[in-house]
């Protein structure tokens, strides 16, 4: 026999305890422990069981994705929503989550696809002045719930029966049967669920939009990642105007595609033709300043790494990598003190990248190196120049992925000549001069030769 055991869990984390704790041990909220109920699950019948069927036998629409006509969107997604998926739509407050998703509820209901957007957290009213200074037409098929309680959005998906539906946000929608808050753990866990069974059993895909702060610290979209099917961070510097929905979770496509906006007084405008949207438009070369074609997905973005190499006043001399991967910085710096001889212990070291933008992926490396350089020596690289390569330990330069990407759109940018890894085989671009390098020392001396 099964002991009976209690059990606790904070509603701000999600850490379980045996006992009620005053203080959680894993976040640091306190009281915040509330007794986890255990008639969460019904006992079926075994008429209502399901049983297994032969995976040959399962009938699908392969045409059936759902397209929002938002491109940027659907990129993201996959290629459009599939049917009866739940899509995570995560994002600091005010980065424009309902801006997003009241226009994918406006683009379906123009369509003529029936949508349910439930606002736990604005009024119509509010609804009907974003609706306005987004330019959205009256239509006979968007329909609002201004309502925070998870039975009336029941009831309005009995009645209206919508072919998606929005909810915004998961974090204020609750269950009044049970004494939890809302937005607590245990809220967020049950109304989500009632949602994904629902998109299962009609098919109608679903969003549920979830609020996170700096830290990501809120616990409500981090415990929904693993039951929702796609999740979608919406991400934005505060101070620029551009937005930009990257997929952390997709069952039904790649997570490396990006989608880009731009946030104005008339709405979220997509922008398709992202490639140069964060290069300068000041054409001439300066130390520091290197031009890198970042592939995101299918799409090459061309992004400039800036370094700044400053003598340093400090015992410990600074090191701020903005946008780029602290450890891979690092060890390019170690590179060209060991390979190169570059002196960099009694300099601060600064790196930025243009717009906001991460980059994670190791091809950057030859950029970084030279933009180091190009700073310590105060001397600006080969003009029109982008490079590209990973750095080993040893110096050599190794090959990188979708090498012909990155080069064919930077040609198309009128970039004239490119850096590239010597083992890429033979690399020709129309209209550009690529220099193909084994070493780094090599590479350094090609970009800084006067020509
Ligand atoms: N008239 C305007 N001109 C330019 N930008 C605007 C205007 N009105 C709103 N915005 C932008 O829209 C953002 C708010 O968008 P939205 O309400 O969709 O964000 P949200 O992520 O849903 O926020 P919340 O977390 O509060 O729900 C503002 O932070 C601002 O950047
Ligand atoms: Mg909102």
């Known amino acids: ?100 998703v009241l226009l994918v509820a406006s683009n379906l209901a123009e369509k003529g696809k029936k949508v349910l957007y439930v606002s736990a957290e604005e009024s119509p009213g509010q609804l009907r002045v974003r609706s306005e200074r987004l330019g959205i037409k009256n ?80 616990a409500g979209p981090k415990i929904l990642e693993h039951i929702v099917d796609v999740v979608l961070y919406f991400e934005g510097d505060r101070l620029s105007n551009l937005r930009i929905l990257k997929g952390n979770k997709n069952r039904f496509g790649s997570t490396e595609e990006i989608g880009v906006f731009r946030m104005d007084e008339n709405g979220l405008i997509e922008v398709p033709d992202s490639s140069r949207l964060f290069l300068s438009n000041n054409n001439t070369s300066q130390p520091g300043l290197v031009i890198f074609p970042s592939q995101e997905g299918k799409r090459t973005i061309l992004l400039e790494i800036q370094s700044l190499i400053t003598p340093s006043y400090l015992a410990v001399p600074r090191r701020t990598f903005t946008g780029l991967d602290y450890n891979r910085v690092n060890l390019v710096i170690a590179v060209l003190e060991k390979k190169l001889r570059i002196n960099l212990g009694s300099r601060d070291v600064y790196f930025n990248v243009s717009g906001g933008l991460k980059i994670s992926e190791p091809a950057v490396d030859l950029a970084v190196a030279v933009a180091s350089i190009s700073s310590y020596k105060d001397v600006p690289p080969l003009s029109q120049t982008v490079f590209i390569g990973e750095i080993a330990l040893t110096g050599e330069i190794r090959p990188v992925q979708h090498l012909i990407n990155r080069l064919k759109e930077s040609a198309r940018l009128g970039f004239k000549n490119a850096f590239v890894p010597a083992e890429s085989g033979n690399v020709s671009v129309a209209g550009m001069k690529i220099f193909q390098v084994r070493w780094l020392g090599d590479a350094v001396n090609l970009a800084f030769k006067k020509v």
Request: hydrophobic share 35%; with cysteine.
């Open 1 to 100: 026999m099964t002991k009976d055991r209690k059990v606790f869990s904070c509603q701000e984390c999600g850490y379980a305890s045996t006992k009620w704790l005053g203080k959680c041990p894993s976040c640091g909220a306190w009281n915040s422990f509330h007794e986890e109920n255990k008639n969460g699950h019904r006992n079926l019948s075994s008429g209502e069981m399901s049983r297994p069927v032969l995976l040959k036998d399962i009938t699908f629409d392969k045409q059936s994705r759902l397209l929002t006509g938002i491109g940027e969107l659907d990129r993201v997604a996959g290629g459009g929503l599939v049917p009866g998926s739940v899509i995570l739509l995560a994002g600091e407050p005010g980065i424009g989550k309902s801006t997003l």
């Open 139 to 218: 239509t006979e098929n968007l329909f609002l719930l201004s309502e925070n309680e998870i039975r009336a959005a029941e009831n309005a998906i009995e009645s209206v029966k919508p072919d998606a539906v929005i909810v915004d946000s998961i974090q204020m929608i609750y269950d009044s049967d049970f004494d939890y808050p809302c937005g607590s753990v245990f809220q967020v866990r049950r109304t989500a669920q009632f949602f994904i069974e629902n998109a299962k059993k009609s098919h109608a895909p679903v969003f549920l939009i979830g609020h996170i702060t700096k830290e990501g610290s809120i």
